[in-house]
């Protein structure tokens, strides 16, 4: 199913629409609120652009340091080529020691892989302990947001599943009372689990620690009462020193919900006495962006989702239109990547305005990323990307007399026409959205009249 | 041929030229680093108190179980280090000596040392982190040069009580961790 016409799905529901719309640009002005309290913002960016940089153009000597070093500090290093790869280490990690349920803190990566499903398969139950993300496992969703998994939800949506799950009063929608609920319920979990799964924001190749990030400490909460912590990182995420955090540290929560760090920044050097560290390098298509020159630098994300708060397609359609494990515009030019056949709508889910562009914390230039994967795209099939309404516009552009007639056409049109026809569930641009008032005369027709 | 073998291969068939690593300068830093402090870790939803107003602190809130790894702070009737965090599974209080804290955002580090069993600041219902005054630092960066040869087996910045917003961006305090987080200016 394509970006338009899962975007229209999610439309239906206007006022919740025009809430996650709302929503969402709050968080963004959150953003822009903390970000223009540090006068060295730009500055920042800059850094951790360059050292993301730096990252890419020598990404086989930081991970075999990050390698030999963590190896050193008694961790477990494995590595997986792919997806596949990745679930059967974490499996085989699990038989090792006879482990029948984990807890799993936010990690996009997991998700990428369809861990989940891998390990329930095999009769292992997964708790995922990020609230959001508990939400929707219990609703059986993927997050629709990388870092609000739960945002397209209501609390209304929610008390119903946790009266359900969690015997929660019946229509008690409470955020309070639904979140105290789900932190006994976890908690119990976390007593429990043997085995704990993170993803990972950062691992430092100087020192071959890795960094967790959270509000809720539910990966702390996980790991320091399991025996064994399986740590899940892209290869991307390596940088190169300890003192490079302090950059990367201080754009993530900015960036990503507005506030100036998040509550717990935990830092995993080396296991406790009697406990196991593990961790899983994994490439599944990141070594093949690498090589592409024009969009290797979407591997500088460090998973903000400020983008996605920015988008005015992404607020507007909602995380699952986009149909990957990241949405929003940083997905759009990361999920082709992966899938070119199954991801071709989304590079043409952007009005290509640049926002994203301007609020990524690495600089990461988005929009134009989005407009080459587009050239890519119709190169490759040119009937793979267009839609009807493109296609028509294909036609005009080619021949100059019918781009004359159809413009004049068009400013007549625009104004007899019926909304019902503009409105057309064939003009899936048309939806949501009215269109300017057209102008009496072309810019041609005023240049005749008005030339000196 | 190994995984790590082909990943590593696929990453240098491409590779670039090198490059330099790009130096961090240094960055003003705020003047008043305790107002700034105070003022960043109300806004992640912590409180100040100092050293004189911490025992009538303590006694209003009539905790029993409580834990205590600081040096600076004195409170009687505690209970014993467990060598399993299992057993902590009812605390209500922990306190804890922070080394090192950065105005701009209010996170507080500590490592095995301060926190000797690693699950401490998590599963305990309440927090108390101290701090000298003369080690707050500027932001991040200063944290990281004082911090950046120690080898830590576990650390950890902490800046606030546990949170979420999960549910309609609507903020809770009290999602898995600490329901509240006090730190004690010495």
């Known amino acids: 199913m394509s970006h338009p016409s899962k975007a229209a799905e999610f439309l239906k529901d206007q006022a919740k629409s025009h809430w996650h719309d709302e929503t969402l640009w709050f968080v963004r002005d959150k953003r822009d609120k903390i970000s223009k309290s540090i006068p060295e913002w730009e500055n920042l960016r800059t850094l951790a652009s360059g050292l993301k940089d730096y990252v890419l153009n020598n990404l086989d000597s930081l991970l075999l340091d990050f390698e030999a070093n963590a190896k050193k500090n008694g961790i477990h290093v494995h590595w997986a080529v792919d997806a596949e790869e990745h679930n059967q280490i974490v499996h085989s990690i699990l038989e090792k020691h006879d482990c029948k349920a984990i807890v799993k803190s936010k990690s996009i990566l997991t998700e990428e892989c369809h861990l989940n499903p891998y390990l329930e398969k095999r009769g292992i139950e997964v708790v995922d302990t990020d609230l959001g993300e508990r939400i929707v496992q219990f609703l059986q969703q993927p997050p629709s947001h990388i870092v609000l998994p739960a945002i397209h939800l209501k609390k209304a949506d929610i008390s119903k599943i946790f009266h359900e799950k969690l015997q929660t009063e019946k229509g008690n929608e409470d955020p309070t009372y639904l979140t105290h609920a789900a932190r006994l319920h976890l908690r119990e979990k976390f007593l429990k689990a043997k085995v704990a799964i993170t993803g990972v924001n950062f691992g430092v190749a100087e020192t071959g620690e890795f960094v967790v990030c959270t509000n809720e400490g539910n990966a702390d909460m996980g790991v320091h009462l399991a025996d064994v912590h399986i740590a899940c990182m892209g290869i991307e995420k390596i940088i190169p020193r300890r003192k490079d955090l302090g950059v990367f540290l201080r754009l993530l929560a900015r960036s990503a919900t507005g506030q100036p760090i998040t509550n717990y920044n935990s830092h995993f050097r080396s296991p406790e006495p009697g406990k196991e560290i593990h961790i899983v390098l994994l490439d599944n298509g990141r070594t093949r962006q690498l090589a592409r020159d024009k969009f290797k630098n979407s591997l500088k994300c460090i998973r903000c989702g400020a983008c996605m708060n920015t988008c005015p397609i992404y607020r507007r359609s909602g995380g699952y239109s986009y149909g990957s494990t990241v949405p929003g515009p940083i997905g759009s030019i990361l999920s082709p990547g992966i899938d070119v056949k199954k991801y071709s709508t989304l590079p043409f889910a952007s009005t290509l305005c640049g926002s994203c562009s301007d609020v990524c914390p690495v600089k990461i230039n988005i929009h134009e990323q989005l407009y080459e994967w587009r050239q890519e795209i119709t190169k490759a099939n040119p009937d793979l990307a267009k839609g009807m309404s493109m296609k028509m516009a294909s036609g005009i552009f080619t021949s100059p007399l019918a781009y004359k007639i159809s413009g004049s056409l068009m400013r007549k049109s625009l104004k007899a026409l019926p909304k019902s026809i503009i409105y057309n569930p064939l003009n899936v641009w048309g939806k949501e959205r009215d269109l300017p008032n057209p102008p009496k005369e072309s810019f041609k027709e005023w240049y005749k009249k008005n030339r000196p | ?186």
Do not use: C
Not at chain 2, 106 to 134: K, M, N
């Open chain 2, 1 to 186: 041929m190994s995984s790590r073998d082909q990943i590593i291969q696929a990453i240098q068939k491409v590779k670039p030229d090198n490059q330099t690593l790009p130096e961090i300068p240094e960055f003003r830093v705020p003047e008043d680093l305790l107002a700034t402090f105070i003022l960043s870790i109300e806004g992640n939803k912590g409180q100040v108190v100092s050293k004189e107003d911490f025992s009538s602190w303590l006694k209003e809130k009539g905790y029993s179980k409580i834990l205590s790894n600081s040096d600076r702070l004195e409170v009687s009737n505690l209970q014993i280090l467990p060598s399993d965090p299992h057993e902590l599974a009812e605390l209500e209080l922990a306190i804890l000596d922070g080394q090192w804290a950065s105005a701009e955002n209010g996170a507080i580090w500590l490592d095995d040392t301060q926190l000797r069993l690693r699950a401490i600041p998590f599963i305990t219902e309440h927090l108390v982190i101290t701090i000298p005054e003369s080690n707050i630092l500027g932001n991040m960066h200063q944290a990281y040069d004082k911090i950046g040869a120690a080898h830590s087996s576990f650390g950890v910045f902490i800046a606030g009580p546990s949170k979420t917003a999960d549910i309609e961006q609507s903020l809770v305090i009290g999602a898995h961790g600490a329901k509240s987080l006090t730190v004690v200016i010495v």
